[in-house]
């Protein structure tokens, strides 16, 4: 489907919305003039999950993307996710709205490790 010059893939939530959602989860990189708002890894990864989980960019599977995008990111950067049955549980409950931006990015630092 095209709207004007922009294509829209079906599987984007409202295609009128397409530029605000790409907006949303690019939240990580935002910045005040040169002062970074997430100025760390892990604090990027975090804004990226919320970003995913809380902002639906996809008409489908923003919780399954949302720790897949985050274990490429972390990979990209010689770290990965620790696989644990936590891990779908709190990715729900970021869906959910019951976690604090603060409180997930704690929660990530635990489960980062180097690559080996």
Known sequence: ????????????TNE???RCQA???SWPFAAFGDQELFPNLTAK???QIDAICLY???AEGNKRT???????????DGYRLLPSDKVESFFWSIARGEQQL??????????V???A
């Open 1 to 12: 489907m095209v709207r004007g010059n922009l294509q829209c893939p079906h599987d984007i």
């Open 16 to 18: 009128g919305e397409i």
């Open 23 to 25: 907006t949303k989860v």
């Open 45 to 47: 990864v975090t804004a």
């Open 56 to 58: 639906r960019p996809f």
């Open 66 to 76: 949302a720790p897949v995008a985050a274990d490429v990111c972390l990979r990209l």
């Open 102 to 111: 603060e409180d997930s990015q704690a929660w990530l630092k635990k489960q």
């Open 113 to 115: 490790t180097p690559l």
